[in-house]
């Protein structure tokens, strides 16, 4: 991994779906709808002064979205961030630094 660089893509772990539940709501509040499908599938990271996480996410049928969430440094105790995502992706859009 380059410095500042995303990480090679690496399959959903317990971690990634934990982190992808947690911004959820704050995802179908800028949506305006419920995702009853919410599957973490794949997930690059990316270090900064905090980690920024890119997760690719089923949520029903074809359908996917790619996550952009920013978790701070320990010290600074504060809840995950839905940064942005992208919506109407495939299962083979690459998941890419955005």
Known sequence: M????????????????????EVKPQLEEKEGKTFNVFTAVEFKTQVVAGTNYFIKVHVGNDEFVHLRVFR??????????????????????????F
Do not use: F, M, V
Request: glycine content about 6%; hydrophobic content about 20%; overall charge negative.
């Open 2 to 21: 380059l410095c500042g660089g995303t990480s090679a893509a690496r399959s959903a772990t317990g971690e990634t779906q934990q982190i992808a539940d």
């Open 72 to 97: 701070s440094l320990p010290h600074e105790n504060k809840p995950l961030s839905l940064h942005s995502y992208q919506s109407s992706k495939t299962k083979h859009d690459e998941l890419t630094y």
